[in-house]
């Protein structure tokens, strides 16, 4: 199916584990993005990609890592997962001048 | 100042009437603007798209651009229960490839 997806859906993980967010795109779009959402925060750009091997920093990059090799994948790893990083986790991604396509989100929970 | 302000919220209006969503921008290398609606529990979806000054309508959707003014707003007319969500108003700096969010607006319509 065409599309945009994330896994996991929903995750728990201890404080000081790694955890990695996939996200998957059928399009081949060029542009790439992941988001967390606080409440009382809105929507914060962690990364971005414009293409495969191009990544940078957003608003909140400090404790994420990403890597994009290929166009239509863009994990995002939590080197040492903290409380703080308990969100909720958005991928997207963008043709051209057009708007975005959300994934469908993956709960963290860090305990 | 936040980079993107929309009106505070919630805002409640009855079925059948318009309801009035602004927002103001201040990077003026904002190029493109788009309106998302979130549902609670939900990814955002692009609902509506402008990138040039006066009105876009679609359906009972109208965005409105003044780049001088660095205001963008959305009009719901004919406003549905279904149309509860919070809108969230998103300018695209083409030069930066990316979009800046606003905190959003709750919209209530009540039956």
């Known amino acids: 199916d065409a599309g945009i997806t994330q896994s996991p859906r929903y995750k728990i993980t201890e404080t000081g584990r790694q955890v990695t967010l996939m996200c998957h795109q059928t399009w081949s779009h060029s542009y790439m993005f992941w988001y967390r959402q606080d409440l009382g925060h809105g929507l914060r750009l962690i990364y971005y990609?414009?293409?495969?091997?191009?990544?940078d920093k957003g608003e909140v990059p400090d404790g994420y890592v990403v890597s994009r090799s290929k166009t239509e994948n863009f994990p995002l790893t939590l080197e040492s997962a903290t409380r703080s990083q308990t969100s909720v986790y958005f991928c997207?991604?963008?043709?051209?001048?057009?708007?975005?396509?959300f994934g469908s989100g993956t709960r963290l929970t860090v305990v | 100042q936040k980079e993107v302000e929309q009106n505070s919220g919630p805002l409640s209006v009855p079925e059948g009437a318009i309801a009035s969503l602004n927002c103001t921008y201040s990077?003026?290398?904002?190029?493109?603007f788009f309106w998302y609606r979130q549902y609670s529990g939900k990814s955002p979806e692009l609902i509506m798209s402008i990138y040039s000054n006066g009105d876009k309508e679609d359906g009972r959707f109208t965005a409105q651009l003044n780049k001088a003014s660095q205001y963008v707003s959305l009009l719901i007319r004919d406003s549905q229960p279904s149309d509860s969500a919070t809108y969230l108003c998103?300018?695209?700096?083409?030069?930066?490839?990316?979009?800046?969010f606003g905190d959003g607006t709750t919209l209530t319509v009540k039956p």
């Open positions: 997207a991604s963008q043709r051209d001048d057009y708007g975005y396509t």
């Open positions: 998103a300018p695209f700096i083409t030069n930066a490839g990316k979009s800046t």
């Open positions: 990077d003026r290398g904002s190029q493109s």
């Open positions: 990609s414009a293409a495969a091997d191009i990544t």
